[in-house]
Every structure is written in C-alpha cells, then in structure tokens.
C-alpha cells in the first residue's frame, strides 16, 4: 500500500530530475490557457489602442530605460531626501540641545556632580538627541516618497524591472522592493521581508540588505563627497559631483547586493528557486492619509524606537571614553591608538574603527564621535563649515583621497547597526543568522579596504 511518506519521497526524486525553468513554464502555459479562453469568450472591433497605463509601462518597463528611469528616480527621492532633511535637521539640534543646556544648567544649580551632570546630559541625552535629529528628518521624508511611489503602483515595475538580476543571482525579484526600503533604514528593509514567501530567499534579502546605505550612513557619505570628492572640481560642478559620488556608492551597494546574494544562493542557502509571478497593478489615485499612517506610524516612529533603545548606551559609553583618562590620555584616545596599526592597514585610521566601534548603536553617530576624539572633546560635537571640518581631517590628521574612498568603502560594507541586527533576530529567532548578518558584511568591508589600500600604495598613489 502506497503511503503519503511514499507520495512525498517520490516526489522528491522527481523534483530533482526537472529542469530550472519548469516554474516558468508552468506560469507560461496557464497564461496561455487563460489567453486562448479570452480570445474565445470576448470579441473586439477595430484595432485596440494602448490605454495609458500600458503607455506609461511601455517607457517605465522598457528593456533599454526601464533600469536608468529607476536609478534617476532614486537619485531624487535621495536627493529630496537629503536636501530636504538639512532644515528640520538642524531645527530639532537646536531644540534638543538647548533643552540639553537648561538641563545642565539646573543640574549645576542644584550642585549634581559634574561626572553626573556629564553622563546623563552630555553622554545620554546627547547621544539620543543626536539620533533623533539626524535619523527623524530623513526618515519623515523618505518613507513618504516610498509609500506614495508604492502606493501609486510604480514599486511593482521596480519589481519587474530588477527581477532578471536577481534571478541571475537565485534571489527573489521582490527583493528589490526590501532594497529600495532600505535606503530608509535597513532594519525596516528587513521587516520588509515578509512579503518573500519562500524562507531560503527571504533569508538572502534579509542577510544582503544592510549592503544598502540607510540614512544613517548617508551623513558620512555626504561629508566624505563634499569635503573631498567635490573639491576636486570646479564650484559650478561641485554639488553634481558630491550628489555623484553618493549615488556611485548606492550602485557598489546593489552590486555588493546581487553579488552575495548569488554567493549565499550557490553555498550556505542553496535551493530551488520559487516561482515569481508579477502581475503589474494599475497606476492608481495614492491615498494621503493612508499614506502618511503607514509611513510615519507604521514605518518612522517604529524604526526610530528601536534606535532611540540602543542610542542611550552608545551616548553613555562615549562619554565615558571621552571623560576617563588614563596616564593622562582619555580611553578613547588610548583604544584609538590600539586600532590605529589596523585602520592604517585598511587606508583609515584608529579613530575612524573606533567611532565605528562605538555607533554600533546607530551610525548617525560616527562622524561626531571622530570629531570628539580628533578634537580631544568631552562630548559629541560637530563643526560649523566644511572649511574647518577639511582643516581638522586633512591639515591636521592627515586624510588623504585614499581615506575618503575607503571610508565610503567601509560605510557602505560594514556590519549592521544594532537596531537592525536586534530587527533580525526577531524576524529570524535565530542567533546564527543575526551573527552571520554582521560578519558578513564586515568581512568584506576588511578585505576590500585592505586590498584598495594595498593596491594604491602598490600603484604609488599615495
């Protein structure tokens, strides 16, 4: 008698014996069918025109533009993203530094101890209050522009458009929606999973979305593109180079993207590739206030509680570095000086790896914590003009090019920030994939760097 153990096993063998294309030709011959049917039920006069969702895909889908559209689009939700968080940004630090002042000032007062007075204001609220002022801003903006652009119906061609590379890569074509969600903020990215139904490929894009720059490391990127990139050419070009070279560094990352993501797909997470059948919706009116629900309860404050959770301890721990000292030397300065034989074998620093180290938190918090310790500070800080952040990192620390190139390098590959890797834990309950989503990225960020320090002092560049 054949038993259900029998029925399974033997289509296991089965399965094995199919070719890689027979879920395509699956979907292929029930859409064949189902165009014979609608060729035999309904009956047109005249010739048909295109309406005008399918003129509009005829352009947004096309073979030749549909990928260069996709990239223009996302340089300039990047862009409005950036340009239009520098205000409210700024706004918000001055607002929460203040109240950082008067807390102080009462603390002082009433006679707190200056240690106190230091590690509640100066180190945990700062700490805090710099993550909601740099991380907010972005994140009110970018999650709106996405939802409205997935609302609207564009995602989808998104989808369409990206599928071929990561079928290339044996991922899931709606991988590139969890992507695209990342430039937001990657434990967000990871949330964004879910919509994978198979548990192989959702564990790719989930291990490969932190090669997308969230806004948290976009603060290092622009500064970087600014302060070097943009200074080698002339005023009326160099806001376009700046904006280019963030936008080089977001293409690295897809390409980092489908290059591990074909690496997991052949090794640790090697399987069947599911089927993928995209059925493009209609362009539709976006709904506002369905629109702002979701991205900013749903997407903004979400993500931002789980920043503000490991924000507190990054504030307090670089405090204490900052205002402990030993022989003379704060322990900041004394880790730095430990790290410093490896920065300088990855074209950094030790003051790059241990601001690094320390914003493991949230990486909203690296470029003031270099300041802080290139400064010799108590606490977090930021300069006033590139001008005198160029004096303190060129003239006085002696960054070079090869320093911003692989520090951009290393922003982009390095491991996740604590929020997303707590994100992925909770997505995976697993501590073996919450670990290799960190060392993975981070292996590659040690080896790239190291071998793009090498070759240039090799070449004779620096």
Request: glycine content about 6%; hydrophobic content about 55%.
């Amino acid at each position: 008698m054949t038993t259900t153990n029998d029925i399974l096993h033997k289509a296991a063998e089965l399965r094995g014996t199919l070719s890689s294309g027979f879920r395509d030709e699956i979907v292929k011959s029930l859409y064949s069918e189902a165009e014979a049917i609608k060729k035999r039920a309904v009956h047109s006069k005249g010739k048909t025109d295109y309406d005008l969702d399918q003129r509009i895909d005829r352009i947004l889908t096309s073979p030749i533009l549909g990928l260069p559209l996709m990239l223009v689009i996302l340089a300039i939700v990047i862009w409005i993203t950036v340009v239009g968080a520098n205000v409210p940004s700024n706004m918000i630090a001055t607002a929460l530094f203040w109240v950082e002042e008067q807390g102080a000032s009462i603390f002082n007062a009433v006679g707190a101890p200056w240690w106190l007075t230091g590690f509640l204001w100066h180190g945990v609220y700062r700490g805090l209050a710099w993550v909601i002022a740099v991380m907010l801003p972005p994140m009110a903006i970018f999650f709106p522009i996405f939802t409205f652009l997935e609302d609207l119906g564009y995602l989808p061609r998104v989808a369409f458009n990206m599928d071929f590379l990561f079928k290339k890569a044996g991922a899931h074509g709606k991988q590139s929606l969890t992507m695209a969600m990342g430039f937001g903020c990657n434990a967000a990215g990871v949330v964004a999973t879910r919509i994978i139904d198979s548990p192989r490929e959702r564990l790719i894009a989930i291990l490969t979305n932190n090669f997308v720059p969230c806004n948290g490391r976009f603060p290092t990127l622009i500064m970087l593109g600014t302060v070097f990139v943009a200074a080698a050419f002339p005023p009326v070009y160099a806001s376009i180079a700046a904006a280019g070279s963030v936008v080089a560094v977001v293409v690295l990352g897809i390409f980092f993207t489908l290059t591990v993501s074909w690496a997991l797909s052949k090794t640790i997470l090697k399987g069947e590739a599911s089927a993928f059948t995209l059925e493009l919706p209609p362009y539709r009116k976006p709904n506002f206030l369905q629109i702002l629900y979701t991205s900013l309860i749903d997407r903004t404050l979400f993500v931002l509680w789980r920043a503000i959770q490991t924000a507190a301890p990054a504030g307090a721990v670089i405090w204490i570095l900052a205002n402990i000292n030993l022989h003379g030397v704060s322990l900041a300065q004394h880790v730095a000086n430990f790290l410093d034989p490896l920065g300088v074998l990855m074209g950094l620093d030790g003051v790059i790896l241990l601001a690094y180290l320390i914003a493991i938190p949230a990486n909203e918090i690296v470029v003031p914590t270099m300041l802080m310790v290139y400064m010799g500070t108590g606490m977090m800080i930021e300069l006033d003009s590139m001008d005198a952040l160029r004096t303190l990192l060129v003239d006085q620390n002696g960054w070079t090019m090869l320093t911003a190139v692989n520090l951009m390098l290393f922003a982009l590959l390095h491991n996740p920030c604590a929020t997303t890797i707590i994100t992925i834990f909770k997505e995976t309950n697993s501590r073996k994939w919450a670990t290799l989503s960190a060392l993975i990225p981070l292996g590659l960020g040690f080896v790239v760097t190291i071998a793009t320090a090498s070759i240039a002092r090799l070449m004779g560049w620096v």
